[in-house]
C-alpha cells in the first residue's frame, strides 16, 4: 500500500481542542472527511481542512488515485508552548500558557489487490487454515 504523509506545525491551537476535530475525520475516506470538515463549525477545522488538501495534493504528486485515498492514521500533539505574563494585583504576574499543535497525517491507498487478508494470501498458496494456525503456535 501507498502512503502519503503531511504534518501542520505549530497551529495555534490546543492540542485538546483540535483532537475534537480530528476524531471526527479518522479513517474516514479522503472526500467524506473533506465534507465533515467543510460543514463543521469549529475553529480547527480549517487548518485540518488544508492539511488534508495538501496531502491530497502530495498523493496527486505521487501519481497516485485521489479517489481511493483514505485517512489511515492522524495524530494531534502538543506543540510549542507560548509563556507569556498577566499583571496582576500587588505587583505579582501570573503565568499564560499559549498552546500550539502539531497535527501529522497519513493517507493510504485502498488497493483491492494489496489489501488482500491473510486467507486469501494462504488460499492462494493452497496451505488450509488448520495449518496455518499450527504452525503459528
Known sequence: MAEVRAQLN????SPRKARLTVNLIRGKKVEDA???LRFLAKRSAGPVEKLLK????NAKERRLDSNSLTIKEIRVDGGRILRR???ASRGHAPPIRKRTSRISLVLTTNDKRETMDKKEKTAKKGISEKEVINSSS
Open 10 to 13: 505549530s497551529l495555534r491551537h
Open 34 to 36: 473533506l465534507t465533515t
Open 54 to 57: 495538501s496531502a491530497v495534493a
Open 85 to 87: 505574563r498577566r499583571p
